[in-house]
């Protein structure tokens, strides 16, 4: 069946994978009238995470009637694309008899994602809908340190022994039942199950049954250690342009595969950690989150605002009496701290990307910091000339234009020197600098902007 989920849209029509808001609509028409024929044809077209787009933007009430209309059609694969903060409710809704269903259907790695972020009844049920064999592969996976290798691979894997040739990999292949649904390399191992090499599927398939497989091995081949830290496994995988790779145990032993997607699935993650971090939203915000966990996690960055705010204040008190002599200095100094701030945004986010993809590293950080106020020393004297005119056309004063002209060299250039320094120290000191930057390089950008205007304005123009 054709598949009428999205609306038909140019490539780059920025809604091209958007949801149909007229099937949305029928969706919801067909669980008020609770046509359960309907609701399955409507929904049969969809892709797993567009149904779970579905449940994430829809009322709690909607959602709860839908899960329980659609009952045995629910696909496991919806509750891996669901978003964390409300696949809770969602398993809470479903029977537990399609929950069970559903969780069968999902690999190894899948079911460790569901269960991490449930309480411990729900963990239960989950665990008791499984078969024994999956059941410990799962609980041995939970084991793992949050966060690493052994959290994120799957144990279901396709290996051989070194010294078979193709055709008995082929069948192989052809006369086991329980492969994994998706794989690409089969891992070739030692007698004491060590991996020592992978083989395409493709190479595989296009070479003659007597050749061995050792002369298939890839020349690109990652072994990656159980308890590494997963955003070391994305980046090992980006870096190297990895499709899958083997996890050892301790005794580099094989125990588990990861493959591109959940790699790339980390990736993701982390960058959407960062960008949140920066914001000072916390890094798991998300649209379906509660108003109260909401304001919970963005107040202690509001208060650090505060304090920061209390310290640039705290600066301009000591200028008072230049202000009430110089009006315009109150009308001109937003400017500078507004413009230094804005251009350590710029250098933060440089430095906060390049620390965590690691092409910002000890070789190249004062070529970095040197580009960086070379940078702010340009724009700064470009935006110098430009509000030094401003100042004298606005105020018919050449030395306020001057002084504004100044303040904003000196501020762009700090900026720059900031944005990249601050990151670097708070990695240094084992502080995540998408975390803390923002609200330091705020405080430096601001302070040296109005303590650099109004000393100079009380030098030069009082």
Same mark, same amino acid.
């Given at each position: ?26 969706? *919801? ?145 052809? &006369? ?39 002369? *298939? ?89 505060? $304090? ?33 701030? &804005? ?65 904003? $060299? ?36 601001? $302070? ?15």
């Amino acid at each position: 069946m054709l598949d009428e989920s999205h609306e038909t849209a140019p490539e780059d029509d920025d809604d091209a994978y958007a949801l149909n808001r007229k099937a949305v609509a029928q969706i *919801l028409y067909a669980v008020d009238i609770g046509d359960r024929d309907q609701l399955i044809e409507l929904m049969d077209p969809l892709h797993a995470a567009d149904i779970a787009d579905l449940l994430e933007q829809i009322n709690a009430f909607d959602r709860m009637r839908l899960i329980r209309l659609y009952g045995q059609e629910f696909d496991g694969d919806i509750l891996s694309e669901l978003d964390e903060s409300i696949r809770e409710e969602v398993i809470g809704i479903l029977n537990p008899q399609v929950l069970a269903d559903a969780v069968r259907e999902l690999d190894s790695d899948d079911v460790v994602d569901l269960l991490e972020d449930l309480d411990e009844p729900q963990q239960e049920a989950i665990l008791e809908a499984l078969e024994d064999n999956d059941r410990a592969a799962v609980q041995k996976s939970l084991t793992y340190p949050e966060f690493s290798a052994g959290r994120l691979m799957q144990r279901e894997v396709v290996m051989a022994p070194e010294h078979w040739n193709v055709g008995e990999a082929i069948d192989y292949l052809r &006369n086991t039942d329980d492969l994994p649904e998706q794989f690409y390399h089969i891992i070739m191992v030692d007698p004491k199950l060590r991996p020592v090499g992978n083989v395409t599927l493709g190479k595989l398939m296009g070479s003659r049954r007597e050749v061995l497989l050792r002369s *298939l091995i890839e020349d690109t081949f990652h072994v990656i250690p159980v308890t590494r830290p997963e955003a070391d496994v994305a980046y090992a995988f980006n870096q190297y342009h990895l499709i899958s790779a083997p996890v050892v145990d301790e005794n580099e032993r094989l125990v588990g595969v990861i493959t591109i997607d959940d790699a790339m699935a980390v990736l993701d993650e982390e960058h959407e950690e960062d960008i949140l971090r920066l914001a000072g939203v916390g890094d798991e915000s998300s649209l379906s989150d509660k108003v109260l966990d909401t304001t919970k996690r963005r107040f202690p960055w509001l208060a650090v605002n505060l $304090v920061t705010a209390v310290l640039a204040s705290l600066v301009i008190s000591q200028f008072e009496a230049a202000l009430t002599q110089v009006v315009a200095l109150a009308v001109l100094m937003p400017i500078v701290a507004s413009m230094g701030g &804005n251009a350590g945004t710029q250098s933060l986010t440089v430095a906060v990307r390049a620390l965590a993809t690691k092409d910002l590293t000890t070789s190249n950080l004062w070529r970095v910091i040197r580009r960086e106020v070379i940078v702010g020393l340009i724009n700064g004297l470009v935006f110098a000339v430009v509000m030094g005119i401003v100042g004298i056309l606005w105020f018919g004063s050449p030395a306020l234009g001057g002084v504004i002209a100044a303040a904003m $060299v000196i501020n762009l250039v700090v900026a720059g020197l900031a944005g990249i320094v601050i990151p670097v120290m708070l990695e240094k000191a084992g502080v995540d600098p998408a975390l803390a930057s923002g609200a330091f390089v705020t405080t430096v950008t601001d $302070v040296v902007g109005f303590f650099a205007f109004l000393g100079l304005a009380v030098v030069v123009l009082l």
